[in-house]
């Protein structure tokens, strides 16, 4: 992810528990606040920020993550190869 000078495209979505609106929003501010567009995608599994990561050409996307913790994030970065990192909360 680039920062300021760069600006970058990040997409976003979250799940149905109910701690996934405010981290998704907090996560965004972030991301905007340093120099991102983010376009958020709402209520949306993993899946469909893979898809959308590539569909739309982002530089990444953020998600809700599943397992283990009660909630997380699920961070995917496009930069010619599939990666994944759990943050979990």
């Known amino acids: 992810m680039q920062c300021r000078n760069n600006s970058t495209k990040q997409v976003v979505g979250g799940d149905i528990r109910l701690t996934s609106e405010a981290l998704k929003t907090a996560f965004s501010e972030g991301l905007m606040d340093s120099g991102a567009n983010v376009i958020d ?49």
């Open 41 to 89: 995608l709402g209520m949306t599994g993993t899946e469909e920020i893979y898809f959308a990561t590539s569909h739309l050409k982002a530089d990444g996307g953020i998600g809700s993550n599943r397992k283990p913790q009660p909630d997380g994030l699920q961070w995917h970065e496009t930069d010619q190869r599939r990666t994944k990192t759990n943050i979990g909360i």
